[in-house]
């Protein structure tokens, strides 16, 4: 069970989850073919050392892309923004939805051209949040935006009542 579902409070409902840019795909299973064919050539060669480097180094780079992907979830709530990163070692940045002050959106020319882009969420009181770059950016800040106006505004603290002096 993901990080997101298992946090849901009991009248909280999962709005959107953001993905990775299928680029971060490509990359990785294009770096883990490269090795495979490159240690093919070094077998063929009669270097057996030298493909079994190649397959370490091609499963190494496959890993450190596809294990930030794998243990990463963003998502929005119709209370809370959260953003959890890790396995073993968890770390969350979960903001109310009523404390998020912007969302901006940074999206350079291809991220235009292939739609990802880096969203950063700035909240009252509390460091921003910087998202590594994720498919479809504006449909997160949608969906941040289309929450954001169904969340009430918050209730003011009861004044306690003063009695007056005689």
């Excluded at 495979?36 to 079994?52: K, N, V, Y």
């Excluded at 979830?73 to 903001?95: A, D, M, Y």
């Excluded at 909240?123 to 921003?128: A, H, L, N, S």
């Excluded at 941040?144 to 169904?150: G, N, P, R, S, V």
Aim: glycine share 8%; charged share 15%; net charge positive.
């Amino acid at each position: 069970m993901s990080y997101i579902t298992h946090s849901l409070g009991r009248n909280e409902t999962l709005r959107y989850r953001a993905h990775f840019h299928w680029f971060y795909y490509f990359v990785a299973w294009g770096a883990l073919l490269f090795s495979l064919a490159a240690a093919a050539e070094a077998h063929g060669r009669g270097l057996p050392w030298a493909a079994g480097l190649a397959v370490l180094l091609g499963m190494a780079a496959f890993l450190s892309i596809m294990i930030p992907i794998w243990t990463t979830e963003i998502g929005v709530t119709n209370q809370r923004f959260i953003f959890k990163r890790g396995l073993l070692r968890r770390s969350t940045n979960e903001l109310q939805l009523r404390a998020i002050e912007q969302v901006n959106l940074r999206q350079g020319i291809p991220g235009r051209l292939f739609n990802f882009g880096h969203l950063e969420v700035h909240g009252t009181g509390v460091d921003d949040i910087v998202l590594p770059a994720i498919a479809d950016p504006v449909a997160l800040q949608k969906a941040i935006q289309d929450c954001l106006d169904t969340v009430p505004p918050p209730r003011p603290l009861p004044h306690a009542h003063l009695s007056q002096p005689t």
